[in-house]
């Protein structure tokens, strides 16, 4: 089945430093990537959805310059928290979905500590 | 945009007794309807689906109904077992270019054995 590879699967950084995550599809072509965000014991927010060799699009609230997304090829979305703050620990998660509809597939998620 | 309601937050059940858990959403577009089942700190885990072109779906133990007019879906989980303990989301999803998944805010389930 559809496999999507996310990493790091946990990550501490220090305040004010920038954090990439990546998602790779391994055996199939991610047209478009979801990426969510979750704070403990609440649900999945998206925070925006790229498609492939186009600028995300970002939901209400979320900041795209502080959010960068890019989604160069059709396998890789990454996702950089930049000047990250402690506010912005939580455990972001992608989901990606191909052209032929197969459904969603999630990424195994990365947890994020801002200290 | 979709905004997606689930009730109850939590639900505690004997083992062996069904649980039932809905949702209602607001874009009447919608036409796909996952339903994930999240363990702690793991990703969501599609246990069944709908589309909105039948009205119910049946997967041993588990059952999802959908009522169109209404806008709400039900999770049925018959004979639980303690494994079956573990956090449940309904999403819904509009299929056209953006095809983005909505959640809802989740629902704890404990089976008490």
């Known amino acids: 089945g559809a496999v999507v590879s996310q990493h790091p699967s946990r990550v501490i950084c220090k305040s004010g430093t920038s954090v990439k995550i990546e998602c790779r599809s391994l055996?199939?072509?991610?047209?478009?990537m979801f990426w969510y965000r979750q704070f403990p014991k609440q649900s999945l927010m998206l925070m925006a959805t790229s498609n492939e060799g186009s600028k995300a699009t970002y939901e209400q609230g979320v900041e795209k310059d502080k959010f960068l997304i890019n989604h160069a090829s059709l396998t890789l979305s990454t996702l950089t928290v930049t000047s990250a703050h402690p506010e912005d620990s939580s455990f972001y998660i992608c989901?990606?979905?191909?052209?032929?509809?197969?459904?969603?597939?999630f990424g195994s998620g990365t947890r994020l500590t801002v200290v | 945009g979709e905004n997606v309601e689930q009730h109850p937050s939590t639900l505690s059940v004997q083992e062996g007794d069904s649980a039932v858990i809905k949702c209602t959403y607001s874009d009447s577009a919608s036409n796909y309807f996952p339903w994930y089942k999240q363990e702690l700190g793991k990703r969501p885990q599609l246990i069944i689906d709908i589309r909105s072109n039948v009205g119910e779906k049946k997967d041993q133990r588990i059952a999802v109904t959908l009522n169109k007019t209404a806008k709400h879906f039900s999770l049925h989980i018959t004979e639980t077992q303690p494994e079956d303990s573990a956090v449940y989301f309904c999403?819904?999803?509009?299929?056209?270019?953006?095809?983005?998944?909505?959640f809802g805010s989740g629902t704890r389930l404990l089976v008490r054995p």
């Open positions: 989901s990606a979905r191909g052209a032929s509809g197969h459904g969603y597939t």
């Open positions: 999403a819904a999803s509009r299929m056209d270019s953006s095809y983005k998944l909505i």
């Open positions: 055996d199939f072509q991610a047209t478009t």
